[in-house]
Structures are given as structure tokens and as C-alpha cells.
């Protein structure tokens, strides 16, 4: 089929336009990148656009000699390894059966799960559950009360649901039992949303800020996301100086923040990629009914 | 399919078995999260307290409350202290939930009053005066020589909940000029902001860089601006009464205005709000007048030392200057000082110990403490120099060992008893040149400092903020919105072209004061000052504090 001028028009207009959103984005992750790889005084003096001006890797060795960072790298990583594989654990656990339409009870426990998305329990309550459950200080304070999100939840019970009831039908005649069907049937068919999902949760769980902050005392288990943000909020005590805070004065520089900012986003662009081909399938996918 | 009901029904309780996992897997998990083992260093009492961390350590020292100073605590000092850490920029999420749970440690040492007056105001704090008179020698003749500490550490109810230290007086932000830009339009620095308005407008309009381009500054709008005007909104004091005032918002819009409608000023000096962009114009040797802070070692050596080496490289013959805070039509005020009196820690109510606190207090107050938890140690840190004040040994190894510390081990530690090695100026070298300049300065900004308070200028504002009440919950939400919204107010009519006048911006403000309960809060600090003004620290006192350290001050500065 030939395109028409007027499609053609409309089309450079709209890669124009995506092109102008996708420069948008990128320029300031490029310049950050520039700015981690810069020497100090074209930092100081804004020569850093889209290149590094003054090419070292000062930035990188402060960063990696004088912080925490490459503990709190690990610590991220375990908690995020762990608190996916705890979540999707529970999600499967709860989105299989709630997807079945003979499971005794469907209705109150879907309801029971969609009652949390409106209703949460607070900061301070949900706090001394997690105290007197002497989980304070470990990361299973984070992992356990966010274990199962009801709106993921939903997304995988809809793919399950989505799935030609025949292929169970045929499992089942050939002798398959439930657990058996879960693994080896359901879940291999299954691999966009479980992507989708393990992405939602890894970033969730790479991200988490504040529950870390609340829930762990011992900085020796912070993650690099709370290292981070405590470099470049440290900026800001400076600006509202209406605290004396001698100590704020050190003010980590800006290029050691931008490598910061590198460390901390690299582990998740470099995913990205790999799962990215499940994911648009994934969110798509139980979006159509037929 | 009845088979397969059992099954799905199995399947099934693994939703409820959720709950039961979560319950059961904490178990084996309990005891490490239980309080750590006291190792067992003889009868020494246990105590905890917080330590703020601000992920600056090196991981080879270890962790902010497992290092080589926290050990060095535990064996020199009275008590075994366990360490809770509070990130520094959220310390205010972290001591409240402490707090709520009931987990918070003994010792919370802590600089924002926002935090910690609610604090007394929920009834979570002890009260130090039975601790101070039964347990304590050291902190007991810090407070004796230092009554004001005493003062300000006194509550509504009569008893001190706070201890606190002395810090240096001097001024926290500055201004210096480009002198060699002055010598070459023929100018003087100016006297009064007028003239400031000239000067500023013939530094961004006669090329005094000589590249032939219209691309310098008169002057950054940076800190300390707003307060030679007398600050933003304040009170006037008359007869005892305070009445609102809005003259300095209204002399700094006049001013600004017109500075950004001529272009002297960087058009998009909005957006920089960290003042990394007026850094940069000042470095490249684009900007007149430079208003930066300064009330530490830290950034005056930043200043003097490696910024002035920078503007020098990229404009030869830059020559700067201290530039005395100009006279405003709303009268001559004096640069924002270094809060003097600082409380720094309060005791929780439910510590267990009070006695091994107030050693651990101290231990903290002893000279010896406060040059080791600044200095490090001697002979591996620093050893004494000529003017017989602790000098650095190898700076590579300080900025791993010492780096994080800062003062944060020893919030308590006046500039009083550490004598004067504990101030700024004891800490540069004057056998190096640039060092010599930096301290230099520093005796000339010292010297305006004490001739403007002789001369009388005035503080802009009532009184420090650190030392102004919290304003009461109900309250608190209005007077923030309020202010935000003032200042964007402030902001706009600066912007806003010539049919934006101060004073309509002056009557907009007002509308938006009394739409957020201006007048209630008014009320507040009217009975907060009737009741407070002879014990509050108010300028006067700021002021006297000041006289009080200028004999040591002229001692390192002779």
C-alpha cells in the first residue's frame, strides 16, 4: 500500500515530535553523565553541556574511595533480588486462584484485596505492627507489608484469566495436579506478565526511600538509593541555612553527586532493555477481553 | 472437578497463608534485631544517642555508629554509647517515628527548633536542671560562665529541656566587589543602596570586563540581599507592642525591579535556586558584586582560596573586596550572624540513666573531647603549630578520617571552652600566601562587622530565627502557605513590569496575611514576646556576644 503525501507529512511530523520528547528526555540524563566524568573546575564554572569537559574519573573514585557506595549498591541489590522474588511468590500465590472462577470465596477475597488500595493503615500504625513483629532494622519490614500489590495482583489474575480455558481442559485429561499445572503449564505461558511484574516490583523495590529510611536503623544496610538522596538533599541545607550546620557547609560536589546519580540509575537501564520486549505484551495483554 | 476444587481450595489458603508467613518468618529474625550485646566493657552504664549520618563516610572506616571515633568514645569516655543514626536531611520523618514507637534513644541531638519544640510540647522530653545540679561539673561551668545558655535552654514551664553550646559569632553571609572593575569605571563601593543601584547598573552596562559584549552582572541576587533592606516581613518594636512590618519586602522590590527590568541582574536568577548558576558567572569573572555565605572554615577558604584562585585564572587582574552592607531607605542593618547560642541536644523523656547521660554531657563539654572529635588525634591528626593551635598533618588522610565528623560527635562543644583554636581564623596558615589573604579578609570583614554594630545598624528582623518560637500547630499549616505564597508574591511584582508597583505588591501581601490568619499569628508572637523579651536572645544580646569574643578574635588577628 502506497502512503499518501498527507500520511507522509503526518508522519515526519509526529517522529519529529517524538524526537523533540526523546531529546528532551535524554539531555539531562547526558549531562549528568558529562558532569560525573568532568573535572572539578569546569563543573564549578558550567563549561559541562552534553560532553565532558576536563575527561576524569576523579568523580568516580571519590565516589567509590570516600562513601559507602559500593555496600550500598549490594545492599540494594539484595534487598531488590529478594523483595521480587518474595512478591511474585505471593502475587502467583494470590492472583492463581482468585482467577479461577470455581474458587470458593473469589468475590470477598478480591474485595478484601481491593479494600487496601483505598484504605491504608498510616505511617505510625503500620510502624508498631512492624515493630512488635520485631521485624524493625531487617528488610523484611520492607519486603513483608508490601509483599503483594493488590494492583499488580489484578493484572496477573487478569492474564490468568485471559488464558483459553482448553489448555488447562487438555493439562488436566492428561493427569496434570494443581501445583503441576501452575508450573510447568501456566506459568511458562505466562512469561510477559511475570516480566512485567518482576520490572514493576524491582524498580518499586530499587526505588523504596522512605521505608528504608523509617524501617532500618543500622546505616549499614542502606540501599544506594538512600545514599544518594542524602547527597544531593544535603544541597539543600545549605539553602535554606536557616539552621546553623557546620558540618552541611562540606558540600559533596556536584560531580560527585552526578556520579551518584550514574551509579544509582545504571543496574536499571541496563534491565530495561532485556525486559522491555515482554513488558509492552505484558501491560497490554488482559487489557482485551474477547 | 471435585478433585480439583480440593485443589484450588489448597491453592486457595495460600492467600490467607500470606499472613501466617509474614507472622512466622520474623521468628528467627527477632534476635538480631533486638538491641545489639553490650560488649561487655566493664561497669561502664549504657546509653543511646543519635548521630546524624549524611553518607559521607568512606566504607573503610566503617559505619557513623561503628568507627574510629565512636570506639574512641566508648574507651575514653564514662559511658558505653550506642549509636542511632538519623539521616541528616530526614531527620525530622526519623525522630517521629522514633518517637511514636517509642524506640527514640536517650541523647537526641538535633539543630532544628521546628523539631524539637514539639517535642517539649508533647511532654516527650526530661527536663535537665535536677540531672545538671546532681550529676554535673563540666557542663555546670559551661553553663555558669555562659548564663545565657542557661536562658535560652529554658521553657514555657521554667525548667531547661535543651543544652547547647557557643558558637563563633560572625557574620553568616557577606558581600565582595570587583575593586579592579571599580578603579576602572572610576567608582567608589557604595554607601547606600542607591549608589548600589548605580554601581551595580555601570558594572553591567560599561563592558568593565573589555571583552566589548554587554555580558556581565551588577550583582547576584544571593544571600544576605533581602536583609540590607531589613529582611522580609519583621516586626517593629514600639512601646513593647510588635507591629507588623512589610518596609524591607518593599525597599528590596523597588530595588530588584528595576535592577531586572535594565538587565543587571541574570534574568533567570529565579530558576537558580541553589545559587550553582551565581557561582559560575562570579567564577568566570562575570559578576560586580557577589553576595555569598561564608560563616564557616569551610566556605570562607572556598571563597578566598580556591574560588578567588579560580576567578583569577579566567580573569586576570580580578581584584576583590570586602563590601560593607550598604544604608537602604529603610535604614543600615547589619549582616545575619552565625546563630551564637545553638541548642543542640535534649534528653528523652523516658531514658533510663539520666546520671550516665549527664557524664556522657560532660565528657562531651571537656576541651580535650571537643580538639579530638574536631581535630582528631595528636601526633596522627595534627600536631601543634607556631600559634600553638592543632595544624594538619597529612590532608589526604584527614579528609577520610576526619571528614565525616565535622562536629557532629560533639554538638555540645562551645567555641568558649575550646579557646581560640576552636575559631576560624586559627585554622589558616599565614606562612602560605593564599591562607595569609583568606585570614587577612577575614580581619577586614571582622573590622566592618564591629564598626557597623558600634555604629548601630540594625538586625534584619526580630530576632534570630533559631531563637524565634515555633508557631503552634494550628497555626503552622496558614503560616507556611502564607509564606510561600508571600514570597512568590515578592517574586512576581519583581518580575512583573512597570505596571506592578511595590506598593500594590505591599497591599497584596497584606490581603494575603490576613487571608492566612496573619492577625492570630501576630497574636502568638506578641504574647510570645511579652513574655519572653528578657529572656528570649534578642539582637542586644547577639551583639554583646559578639564584644565578648573580640578579644580573642583580635588575639589570633593581631
Known amino acids: 500500500m502506497r502512503e499518501s503525501s498527507g500520511d507522509r507529512i503526518t508522519r515526519i511530523g509526529i517522529s519529529f515530535l517524538l524526537l523533540l520528547i526523546s531529546i528532551s528526555c535524554l539531555a539531562p540524563v547526558i549531562n549528568i553523565l558529562s558532569v560525573s566524568f568532568s573535572g572539578k573546575q569546569a563543573v564549578e564554572t558550567g563549561k559541562v553541556l552534553l560532553w565532558p569537559v576536563d575527561a576524569t574519573l576523579q568523580s568516580y573514585s571519590a565516589l567509590f574511595e570516600g562513601t559507602r557506595v559500593l555496600a550500598s549498591l549490594w545492599n540494594g541489590v539484595v534487598m531488590t533480588v529478594g523483595g521480587v522474588i518474595i512478591s511474585m511468590v505471593f502475587t502467583i500465590c494470590a492472583a492463581y486462584p482468585l482467577s479461577k472462577g470455581y474458587f470458593y470465596g473469589r468475590r470477598t477475597f478480591t474485595l478484601l484485596l481491593l479494600f487496601t488500595m483505598v484504605f491504608t493503615g498510616g505511617l505510625i500504625p503500620t510502624y508498631l505492627v512492624v515493630k512488635s513483629l520485631g521485624l524493625i532494622d531487617s528488610y523484611w519490614a520492607i519486603w513483608l507489608p508490601g509483599a503483594v500489590s493488590t494492583y499488580n495482583m489484578l493484572i496477573m489474575r487478569s492474564y490468568f484469566e485471559s488464558m483459553e480455558p482448553e489448555i488447562e481442559e487438555a493439562a488436566r485429561i492428561d493427569g496434570c495436579k494443581e501445583w503441576t499445572l501452575l508450573f510447568r503449564i501456566i506459568l511458562p505461558l505466562s512469561m510477559p506478565v511475570m516480566a512485567t511484574l518482576i520490572l514493576f516490583y524491582g524498580v518499586g523495590y530499587w526505588n523504596s526511600f522512605m521505608n528504608v529510611l523509617i524501617y532500618i536503623n543500622s546505616t549499614e544496610k542502606y540501599t544506594i538509593t538512600v545514599l544518594i538522596q542524602q547527597m544531593i538533599a544535603s544541597q539543600s541545607l545549605l539553602t535554606e541555612a536557616l539552621v546553623n550546620d557546620s558540618q552541611a557547609m562540606l558540600l559533596v560536589p556536584e560531580g560527585i553527586r552526578s556520579a551518584g546519580i550514574i551509579v544509582l540509575i545504571l543496574p536499571m537501564v541496563l534491565i530495561y532493555p532485556f525486559l522491555q520486549k515482554y513488558f509492552v505484551k505484558g501491560v497490554m495483554l488482559g487489557s482485551v477481553k474477547g | 472437578m471435585k478433585m480439583s476444587k480440593r485443589n484450588v481450595m489448597l491453592a486457595g489458603a495460600s492467600v490467607a497463608l500470606i499472613g501466617m508467613l509474614a507472622a512466622c518468618s520474623h521468628s528467627d529474625h527477632a534476635e538480631n534485631s533486638g538491641p545489639s550485646g553490650d560488649s561487655g566493657s566493664g561497669k561502664k552504664p549504657t546509653i543511646s544517642a543519635t548521630i546524624y549520618d549524611r553518607g559521607l563516610i568512606a566504607a573503610s572506616e566503617g559505619t557513623m555508629e561503628n568507627n574510629r571515633w565512636t570506639k574512641w568514645i566508648n574507651e575514653n569516655g564514662p559511658t558505653n554509647v550506642k549509636f542511632t543514626a538519623v539521616p541528616r536531611t530526614e531527620s525530622k520523618q526519623k525522630l517521629n517515628t522514633l518517637f511514636a514507637s517509642g524506640s527514640a534513644p536517650d541523647l537526641i541531638f538535633e539543630f532544628d527548633p521546628n523539631i524539637k519544640n514539639p517535642l517539649y510540647e508533647q511532654k516527650q522530653l526530661m527536663p535537665l536542671d535536677d540531672m545538671i545540679n546532681q550529676y554535673s561539673t563540666t557542663y555546670k561551668k559551661v553553663l555558669d560562665e555562659n548564663p545565657i545558655l542557661k536562658q535560652v535552654a529554658t521553657k514555657s514551664d521554667g525548667k531547661m529541656y535543651e543544652f547547647g553550646k557557643i558558637n563563633e559569632a560572625i557574620p553568616q553571609n557577606i558581600a565582595v566587589i570587583r575593586q579592579d572593575w571599580l578603579d576602572k569605571l572610576k567608582l567608589t563601593a557604595p554607601k547606600t543602596t542607591e549608589e548600589l543601584y548605580q554601581v551595580a547598573k555601570a558594572f553591567a552596562e560599561q563592558d568593565p570586563d573589555g571583552n566589548g559584549q554587554k555580558d556581565t552582572y551588577g550583582l547576584n541576587v544571593g544571600p544576605g540581599l533581602l536583609d540590607i533592606f531589613g529582611g522580609g516581613g ?287 499569628i501576630d497574636a502568638f508572637y506578641q504574647e510570645w514576646y511579652t513574655a519572653n523579651k528578657d529572656t528570649a536572645l534578642m539582637p542586644e544580646d547577639i551583639f554583646q556576644i559578639v564584644k565578648e569574643q573580640k578579644a580573642t578574635q583580635d588575639e589570633i588577628l593581631k
Open chain 2, 234 to 520: 519583621s516586626y517593629n518594636i514600639e512601646n513593647g507592642q510588635l507591629v507588623r512590618t512589610w518596609d524591607g519586602y518593599k525597599f528590596y522590590i523597588d530595588f530588584l525591579k528595576r535592577l531586572y527590568d535594565e538587565g543587571v541582574i541574570d534574568k533567570d536568577y529565579i530558576t537558580d535556586n541553589n545559587g550553582a548558576k551565581a557561582r559560575q558567572d562570579f567564577l568566570n569573572g562575570k559578576t560586580g558584586i557577589y553576595f555569598v555565605q561564608a560563616s564557616s572554615y569551610s566556605l570562607w577558604n572556598r571563597l578566598w582560596v580556591t574560588d578567588y584562585a579560580t576567578l583569577k585564572t579566567n580573569a586576570p587582574g580580578a581584584d576583590l573586596e570586602m563590601m560593607p552592607y550598604p544604608k537602604s531607605p529603610n535604614g543600615q542593618f547589619i549582616n545575619w550572624i552565625n546563630n551564637p547560642v545553638q541548642l543542640t541536644a535534649v534528653v528523652n523523656r523516658n531514658a533510663k540513666d539520666p546520671k550516665a547521660v549527664m557524664e556522657y554531657i560532660d565528657f562531651l563539654s571537656k576541651p580535650e573531647t571537643g580538639r579530638t572529635l574536631t581535630n582528631g588525634l595528636e601526633g596522627v591528626h595534627w600536631q601543634e603549630g607556631q600559634s600553638g593551635c592543632p595544624n594538619t598533618i597529612d590532608q589526604e588522610k584527614n579528609k577520610t578520617e576526619l571528614g565525616y565528623v565535622g562536629q557532629d560527635y560533639d554538638m555540645i562543644f562551645s567555641v568558649t571552652s575550646g579557646g581560640k583554636c576552636s575559631f576560624i581564623a586559627s585554622s589558616f596558615n599565614p606562612d602560605k600566601p593564599d591562607e595569609k589573604l583568606a585570614k587577612d579578609k577575614f580581619k577586614e570583614s571582622m573590622n566592618i562587622f564591629y564598626s557597623m554594630i558600634d555604629q548601630g545598624a540594625k538586625w534584619p528582623g526580630l530576632t534570630h530565627s533559631e531563637h524565634m518560637p515555633t508557631v503552634p500547630q494550628d497555626l503552622l499549616v496558614d503560616s507556611q502557605n502564607g509564606s510561600t505564597e508571600i514570597g512568590n508574591l515578592v517574586t512576581k511584582a519583581i518580575v512583573g513590569g512597570a505596571s506592578y508597583t511595590p506598593d500594590k505588591a505591599i497591599s497584596e501581601i497584606q490581603a494575603l496575611w490576613t487571608k492566612y490568619n496573619g492577625a492570630k
